[in-house]
């Protein structure tokens, strides 16, 4: 009989789910997805067995948190008949240990010695006849009643289990990641409407990252960009800039020594120091018309911004944009002729809805 394969949960920011559920079908060899969901405004998920090394799932560059997948219950009743059902599982279910195994793996003392200390987070999408706080605590009983162990339920830290409440799916969720999965270690700066690095990698994965890439972020902030490029595998020549000569040093001082070769100036992206057809691939964080910009402005820069895109990009070379502004990149993607879009993402960040264009250089 074939050894069953674990399941697993990477988390995202919303609409980000695709992107991840592409990246580990892309990198993970043996990756099997299973399925996204999304939990309203605050997450999305991709559902996935693998079976190679459990080490590998935190070098995934899209995705913000992992999570061994414990229970799943299909269509759980919306009467409060559904905390008994989840007292039942957390006492029951017999892949908590397993799950453990795989969480020392990468964690070993997560949890503490003596006593397993742990705590349940909850979340819920949907009307049910109870909360969510009542189907955290029905886990909690469970999981403490449990013999395998001597359970300690804990405020915080401690080994987290996850449980998503959807209106016909219910997930329980071992942790596997920590904070630094999603914060990333080299960000020592910051800079206002800065991309959280998840969502950077995920604008460098959309570029179909190659070996010969000669890659470029326009309107670079704080690097984030770059450095995810970086990440994803070799290149031939990193090109950043920004107009803000903050922006340009903060970029330099989370790149540091690393990154080798990459070039970051400061300069105007309607006018780059780059000769025509130069570019193999690019991606940007245009500003929203909010914290950055205006909405004026970017009526203004958009068009002006992608006639030198047309210039500097290859035949064929990718363009990923993320903008919250839809409207003034529309009206500009119509008048630039060698710009072709091909798909958008529709997206949250930093709490407020945006969409990620995938675009090319054609003719």
Same mark, same amino acid.
């Given at each position: 009989?074939?050894?069953?394969?674990?399941?697993?949960?990477?988390?995202?920011?919303?609409?980000?789910?695709?992107?991840?559920?592409?990246?580990?079908?892309?990198?993970?060899?043996?990756?099997?997805?299973?399925?996204?969901?999304?939990?309203?405004?605050?997450?999305?998920?991709?559902?996935?067995?693998?079976?190679?090394?459990?080490?590998?799932?935190?070098?995934?560059?899209?995705?913000?948190?992992?999570?061994?997948?414990? %229970?799943? /219950?299909? !269509? #759980?009743?919306? @009467?409060?008949?559904? +905390?008994?059902?989840?007292?039942?599982? *957390?006492?029951?279910?017999?892949?908590?240990?397993?799950?453990?195994?795989?969480?020392?793996?990468?964690?070993?003392?997560?949890?503490?010695?003596?006593?397993?200390?742990?705590?349940?987070?909850?979340?819920?999408?949907?009307?049910?006849?109870?909360?969510?706080?009542?189907?955290?605590?029905?886990?909690?009983?469970?999981?403490?009643?449990?013999?395998?162990?001597?359970?300690?339920?804990?405020?915080?830290?401690?080994?987290?289990?996850?449980?998503?409440?959807?209106?016909?799916?219910?997930?329980?969720?071992?942790?596997?990641?920590?904070?630094?999965?999603?914060?990333?270690?080299?960000?020592?700066?910051?800079?206002?409407?800065?991309?959280?690095?998840?969502?950077?990698?995920?604008? %460098?994965? /959309?570029? !179909? #990252?190659?070996? @010969?890439?000669?890659? +470029?972020?326009?309107?670079?902030?704080? *690097?984030?960009?770059?450095?995810?490029?970086?990440?994803?595998?070799?290149?031939?020549?990193?090109?950043?800039g920004d107009a803000r000569a903050e922006a340009v040093e903060t970029a330099l001082a989370n790149i540091g020594p690393r990154y080798k070769p990459i070039t970051v100036r400061q300069w105007d992206a309607r006018d780059l120091p780059l000769d025509a057809g130069s570019v193999s691939a690019a991606a940007v964080n245009?500003?929203?018309?909010?914290?950055?910009?205006?909405?004026?402005?970017?009526?203004?820069?958009?068009?002006?911004?992608?006639?030198?895109?047309?210039?500097?990009?290859?035949?064929?070379?990718?363009?990923?944009?993320?903008?919250?502004?839809?409207?003034?990149?529309?009206?500009?993607?119509?008048?630039?002729?060698? /710009?072709? !879009?091909?798909?958008?993402?529709?997206?949250?960040?930093?709490?407020?809805?945006?969409?990620?264009?995938?675009?090319?250089?054609?003719?």
């Amino acid at each position: 009989m074939r050894k069953q394969r674990p399941l697993f949960l990477a988390q995202t920011q919303p609409g980000f789910e695709a992107i991840a559920a592409n990246e580990i079908a892309g990198t993970l060899e043996g990756a099997r997805i299973r399925g996204t969901r999304t939990v309203a405004d605050k997450n999305g998920m991709v559902l996935f067995e693998y079976a190679g090394d459990v080490h590998e799932l935190l070098t995934l560059r899209t995705t913000e948190d992992v999570f061994v997948v414990v %229970a799943t /219950l299909d !269509r #759980p009743p919306p @009467t409060r008949a559904a +905390l008994a059902l989840l007292e039942s599982t *957390g006492l029951r279910t017999t892949t908590v240990e397993p799950a453990l195994t795989l969480l020392r793996q990468v964690a070993p003392g997560r949890g503490g010695k003596g006593k397993l200390r742990f705590r349940v987070i909850a979340r819920q999408v949907g009307t049910t006849a109870y909360r969510r706080v009542d189907a955290q605590h029905a886990l909690e009983r469970g999981l403490a009643q449990r013999g395998d162990h001597r359970w300690q339920g804990v405020e915080d830290g401690g080994i987290e289990f996850w449980l998503t409440l959807l209106p016909d799916e219910a997930i329980i969720a071992l942790r596997l990641s920590d904070e630094r999965m999603r914060q990333r270690e080299y960000k020592l700066t910051h800079l206002p409407a800065s991309l959280r690095p998840s969502a950077a990698a995920a604008l %460098a994965w /959309l570029t !179909r #990252p190659a070996d @010969t890439d000669t890659f +470029l972020d326009p309107m670079c902030g704080a *690097g984030t960009i770059l450095i995810e490029r970086a990440q994803l595998g070799r290149y031939r020549q990193l090109l950043g800039g920004d107009a803000r000569a903050e922006a340009v040093e903060t970029a330099l001082a989370n790149i540091g020594p690393r990154y080798k070769p990459i070039t970051v100036r400061q300069w105007d992206a309607r006018d780059l120091p780059l000769d025509a057809g130069s570019v193999s691939a690019a991606a940007v964080n245009l500003p929203f018309g909010k914290q950055l910009g205006t909405a004026e402005g970017n009526r203004q820069l958009y068009p002006a911004f992608l006639r030198e895109m047309e210039r500097v990009l290859k035949p064929g070379a990718p363009l990923v944009a993320l903008t919250a502004d839809r409207r003034s990149l529309e009206e500009s993607l119509r008048r630039a002729s060698k /710009l072709a !879009r091909h798909r958008v993402y529709p997206v949250m960040v930093l709490g407020q809805a945006a969409s990620i264009y995938v675009i090319e250089r054609v003719g």
